[in-house]
């Protein structure tokens, strides 16, 4: 059975950088990608960036659009978020979901197979 294990979290200034990882253990199918999402008590989880499996397309949310990037390392079975000029409002748990349906941009239309347990960011001076 797959399963997905995020590190890389922490604590960071705003205007810092973090990279977290994704270790994917198992085969996904073809068809399916692998997103980033976050989740703030209170607030609805919010997709952040998605990668297809098949082909490497890539989606990112508005509100990180030049900030982060989403890459993958076939060799490691990896995926990474890279995050830039990080922000307070960036904080919250960040997971990564295995997605069904591919990578569409409207993160509202992801469909969720499963995903690991997160992890924390915050940025905070």
């Known amino acids: 059975q797959s399963q997905l294990v995020e590190s890389g979290g922490g604590l960071v200034q705003p205007g810092g950088s973090l990279r977290l990882s994704c270790a994917v253990s198992?085969?996904?199918?073809?068809?399916?990608?692998i997103g980033w999402f976050r989740q703030v008590p209170g607030k609805e989880r919010e997709g952040v960036s998605c990668?297809?499996?098949?082909?490497?397309?890539?989606n990112y949310a508005d509100s990180v659009k030049g900030r982060f990037t989403i890459s993958r390392d076939n060799a490691k079975n990896t995926v990474y978020l890279q995050m830039i000029s990080l922000k307070p409002e960036d904080s919250g748990i960040y997971y990564c979901a295995a997605l069904e349906i591919g990578c569409p941009r409207r993160t509202s239309l992801w469909e969720y197979v499963f995903w690991g347990q997160g992890t924390q960011v915050t940025v905070s001076s």
């Open positions: 990668l297809t499996l098949s082909g490497g397309s890539k």
């Open positions: 198992g085969r996904l199918p073809d068809h399916y990608a």
